[in-house]
């Protein structure tokens, strides 16, 4: 299997992890100078004005939404703050799976298919898709009975575009090491039987737990993704 593409990518950026401190993970920030996957010490006082957003992650799989004005530390006492997270994280997929169905409406991120590993990208719906930083990336279809047949990828704005052979009978595809996909960006992906759009998000390599990935899978919409890697931590 041999891929040919144009323009090569930037690898992601890579957050230093602070030591001896009550991490919380910056996943979103509005209005604030605070940058995605940046490691917060969660016991000192975060102090956020008027307008001022925040969206934090623990290691233990909590998720905390500060806006301002605040001054209070995110997490003064993370441990045995969360002692069942399996079930919080399931209840919070619970919740948005219920919200999505009252509404009537598919949204992107929403649990339309069951992946039998997180950690793979599926290609065959559109929405949103995480990775791990500096990992090989694995495209997943839910199907072995295609035959072989060409597959394309391009960002939205379509500065270059991929293409390889999937073998047929084959339900993954592993892209090589030389072709990465951006944190952030957009993607329209081509197959015989159809195509797709996806968009990426990276999780930064110093969020090491499973509930805070699992967490930050939730916050970003890659629901389904969140779903298989919660069942793992049964």
């Known amino acids: ?37 940046q490691a917060l010490d969660g016991s000192k006082p975060l102090n956020l004005a008027v307008g001022q957003r925040v969206t934090l992650i623990t290691n233990d799989g909590r998720t905390i939404k500060l ?5 209070e530390p995110p997490a003064p006492d ?10 919080s994280l399931k209840g919070l997929l619970k919740s ?3 919200n999505t ?14 992946q039998p590993d997180p950690w793979v990208v599926e290609i065959m719906h559109n929405g949103d898709r995480c990775l791990r930083s500096g990992e090989q990336i ?3 279809r839910d199907s072995v009975e295609t035959p072989s047949g060409t597959i394309e990828i391009s960002p939205i704005d379509k500065s270059w575009s991929a293409h390889a052979i999937w073998p ?16 952030g960006q957009v993607y329209t992906i081509s197959l015989s039987e159809g195509s797709s759009t996806i968009k990426i998000h990276v999780i930064p390599s110093n969020i090491r737990s499973q509930p805070a990935q699992a967490a930050w899978m939730l916050e970003v919409g890659c629901d389904p993704q969140a779903k298989s890697l919660i069942g793992k931590l049964d």
């Open 78 to 87: 993370q441990e045995g703050a969360n002692p069942d997270v399996v079930n």
């Open 138 to 140: 694995v495209f997943w």
């Open 96 to 98: 948005r799976e219920a």
């Open 1 to 37: 299997m041999k891929w040919v593409y144009l323009t090569p990518l930037l690898t992601g950026l890579l957050w230093p992890m602070t030591s001896d401190a009550t991490e919380v993970y910056v996943v979103e920030a509005k209005g604030v100078d605070l940058t995605q996957g």
């Open 168 to 183: 047929g009978k084959s339900d993954r595809l592993a892209l090589p090491t030389s072709l990465s996909l951006q944190d």
């Open 101 to 114: 169905s009252s509404a009537g409406a598919i949204r992107q991120g929403t649990i339309s298919f069951e």
């Open 67 to 71: 806006k301002g004005p605040s001054s």
